[in-house]
């Protein structure tokens, strides 16, 4: 019996030391990934920096991109979580839940300040690509879609192309304000309560800005419409008359 539990104690920390290895090899992917660039680094590279053999690296991934998925579908699926959450709320409205899922974004990105890149933008595709391959995309595609679906639902677009535009170009806004602050060695807390409130301002601004284009747009087809129905009222109108003559 004593000789069952010194096994189970003995596995126990042998396991322990392959999850810190594990632990290990994600992290340096991630730094070497962030240095110098995903399709730059090799397998070798990120078990010298792990301070693993090249050969161990293969027992826990089996490639780069296995790596990605480790380090980026956990984090997006938190995030995909949390705009679900948000959508869901029914005390909400429309411009409210935009807000609220793009402080979520913000937060979540100055949250991961070192991982953005990684999490976001490798091995990425057009967020308008249907059925896309893997799950660190569909993800991605996922997140961008509810992001599409709040803008759609405040300024509603004709076309399926005008509705990724729009959130491609607020989408712009949002990232522009994370590039801004990526680097800053601002607490947390302290950054957001700073900086929240100007991201709600650039919602205003930005929405403000798409509901002005949209009436533009429908000016000249309002003026043509009017034009038309004043023809056929002058034309009714000189019939009118010419019957009464």
């Known amino acids: 019996m004593e000789g069952f539990k010194m ?5 126990s920390k042998q ?3 392959s999850e810190e290895t594990k632990r290990s090899i994600a992290e340096a992917a991630g730094k070497l990934f962030t240095e110098r660039g995903y399709d730059t680094v090799t397998m070798r590279e990120i078990a010298k920096e792990a301070n693993c053999s090249h050969t161990t690296i293969y027992l826990y991934f089996k490639d780069k991109e296995a790596l990605l998925e480790q380090l980026a579908i956990p984090p997006l699926q938190t995030l995909e979580a949390a705009f679900v959450s948000v959508m869901n709320q029914e005390s909400l409205d429309p411009t409210g839940k935009l807000k609220e899922i793009s402080r979520d974004f ?3 990105c100055l949250s991961h300040r070192s991982m953005v890149t990684v999490i976001f933008n490798v091995k990425s595709v057009r967020v308008d690509e249907v059925n896309p391959t893997g799950e660190v995309n569909q993800l991605r595609t996922s997140l961008f879609s509810y992001l599409t679906e709040s803008v759609n639902r405040i300024i509603p677009a004709d076309t399926s192309e005008e509705r990724i535009n729009q959130t491609r170009i607020y989408f712009f806004v949002m990232n ?4 801004t602050y990526l680097n800053s060695e601002e607490p947390l807390e302290p ?3 700073r900086i929240i409130p100007l991201l709600d301002q650039s919602i205003e601004i930005v929405l403000l800005g798409m509901k002005h284009k949209l009436e533009q747009a429908q000016e000249p087809v309002n003026g043509q419409a009017k034009g038309q129905k004043d023809k056929e009222k002058s034309k009714k109108d000189k019939k ?3 019957k009464q003559k």
């Open 7 to 11: 096994e189970q104690k003995k596995k």
């Open 15 to 17: 396991e322990l030391r």
């Open 106 to 108: 913000l937060r979540f």
């Open 176 to 179: 522009g304000m994370v590039s």
């Open 191 to 193: 950054l957001l309560e």
């Open 240 to 242: 009118q008359k010419d």
